[in-house]
Protein backbone atom coordinates (compact mmCIF):
# COMPACT_ATOMS: atom_id res chain seq x y z
CA UNK A 1 0.00 0.00 0.00
CA UNK A 2 1.01 3.34 -0.70
CA UNK A 3 1.61 5.97 1.75
CA UNK A 4 2.65 9.33 1.75
CA UNK A 5 3.36 11.72 4.93
CA UNK A 6 4.28 15.33 4.57
CA UNK A 7 6.29 17.12 7.14
CA UNK A 8 7.86 20.57 7.91
CA UNK A 9 7.55 23.32 9.68
CA UNK A 10 3.81 24.88 10.44
CA UNK A 11 4.87 28.60 10.36
CA UNK A 12 6.87 30.44 8.15
CA UNK A 13 7.48 34.52 8.01
CA UNK A 14 7.00 36.36 5.05
CA UNK A 15 9.62 36.94 2.23
CA UNK A 16 11.66 33.61 3.73
CA UNK A 17 11.72 29.74 2.04
CA UNK A 18 8.98 27.28 2.51
CA UNK A 19 10.26 23.85 3.04
CA UNK A 20 8.53 20.64 3.20
CA UNK A 21 9.33 16.48 2.54
CA UNK A 22 7.16 13.77 1.36
CA UNK A 23 7.79 10.69 2.99
CA UNK A 24 6.95 7.45 0.31
CA UNK A 25 6.39 4.24 2.00
CA UNK A 26 5.03 0.95 -0.22
CA UNK A 27 7.09 2.13 -3.38
CA UNK A 28 9.93 3.09 -4.37
CA UNK A 29 9.91 6.81 -5.57
CA UNK A 30 11.99 5.61 -8.95
CA UNK A 31 9.25 3.45 -10.07
CA UNK A 32 8.86 3.40 -13.48
CA UNK A 33 6.02 5.99 -14.48
CA UNK A 34 5.71 7.25 -11.28
CA UNK A 35 5.15 11.06 -10.62
CA UNK A 36 5.53 12.46 -7.33
CA UNK A 37 3.09 15.79 -6.90
CA UNK A 38 2.76 18.88 -4.57
CA UNK A 39 -0.76 20.62 -4.07
CA UNK A 40 -1.67 23.11 -2.21
CA UNK A 41 -5.43 23.94 -0.80
CA UNK A 42 -5.84 27.72 0.37
CA UNK A 43 -9.01 27.59 2.99
CA UNK A 44 -12.61 27.96 0.86
CA UNK A 45 -10.63 27.56 -2.55
CA UNK A 46 -9.76 24.74 -4.62
CA UNK A 47 -6.68 22.47 -4.82
CA UNK A 48 -3.80 24.43 -7.03
CA UNK A 49 -1.31 21.95 -7.95
CA UNK A 50 2.44 23.16 -7.35
CA UNK A 51 4.46 20.74 -9.32
CA UNK A 52 6.36 17.54 -9.35
CA UNK A 53 9.04 15.27 -9.77
CA UNK A 54 9.06 11.62 -11.55
CA UNK A 55 10.54 8.60 -11.46
CA UNK A 56 13.85 9.66 -13.02
CA UNK A 57 14.11 12.77 -11.40
CA UNK A 58 12.71 15.23 -13.94
CA UNK A 59 10.67 18.06 -12.59
CA UNK A 60 7.45 20.13 -13.41
CA UNK A 61 6.38 23.56 -12.12
CA UNK A 62 3.35 25.36 -12.73
CA UNK A 63 3.74 28.79 -14.51
CA UNK A 64 2.49 30.72 -12.01
CA UNK A 65 4.74 29.66 -9.21
CA UNK A 66 7.74 27.83 -11.57
CA UNK A 67 10.17 31.20 -10.14
CA UNK A 68 9.68 30.40 -6.50
CA UNK A 69 9.57 26.86 -6.68
CA UNK A 70 11.86 24.05 -6.37
CA UNK A 71 11.30 20.03 -6.01
CA UNK A 72 14.28 17.78 -5.31
CA UNK A 73 14.17 14.09 -4.23
CA UNK A 74 16.42 12.15 -2.03
CA UNK A 75 16.15 8.49 -3.07
CA UNK A 76 18.41 7.00 -0.27
CA UNK A 77 15.65 8.08 2.20
CA UNK A 78 12.94 7.71 -0.44
CA UNK A 79 11.39 11.18 -0.11
CA UNK A 80 10.81 13.92 -1.99
CA UNK A 81 10.92 17.49 -1.08
CA UNK A 82 9.10 21.40 -1.75
CA UNK A 83 10.76 24.39 -1.29
CA UNK A 84 8.93 27.20 -1.93
CA UNK A 85 11.28 30.82 -1.74
CA UNK A 86 10.11 34.90 -0.54
CA UNK A 87 6.50 33.40 0.48
CA UNK A 88 3.68 35.67 1.30
CA UNK A 89 0.33 35.57 3.29
CA UNK A 90 -1.05 34.15 -0.10
CA UNK A 91 1.08 31.05 0.75
CA UNK A 92 -1.00 30.14 3.61
CA UNK A 93 -2.60 26.68 2.60
CA UNK A 94 -2.79 23.21 3.51
CA UNK A 95 -0.45 21.32 1.14
CA UNK A 96 -0.47 17.77 0.20
CA UNK A 97 1.67 15.22 -1.37
CA UNK A 98 0.38 12.96 -4.12
CA UNK A 99 1.22 9.71 -6.10
CA UNK A 100 0.11 9.86 -10.17
CA UNK A 101 0.84 6.99 -12.47
CA UNK A 102 0.32 7.93 -16.10
CA UNK A 103 -2.96 9.82 -15.56
CA UNK A 104 -4.33 7.86 -12.05
CA UNK A 105 -3.63 10.18 -8.79
CA UNK A 106 -3.57 7.55 -5.97
CA UNK A 107 -4.19 8.76 -2.36
CA UNK A 108 -2.99 11.99 -1.37
CA UNK A 109 -1.18 12.11 2.51
CA UNK A 110 -2.60 13.63 5.20
CA UNK A 111 -1.56 17.19 4.31
CA UNK A 112 0.22 20.06 6.79
CA UNK A 113 -1.13 23.26 7.04
CA UNK A 114 1.72 26.06 6.60
CA UNK A 115 0.72 29.57 8.14
CA UNK A 116 2.92 32.57 6.53
CA UNK A 117 2.60 35.24 9.00
CA UNK A 118 4.87 37.36 10.89
Known amino acids: QVQLQESGPGLVKPSQTLSLTCTVS??????????WNWIRQPRGQGPEWIGAIDYSGDTYYSPSLKNRTSISRDTSMNQFSLQLKTVSPEDTAVYFC??????????WGQGTQVTVSS
Open 26 to 35: GISITSDYYY
Open 98 to 107: APQYGSYFGS
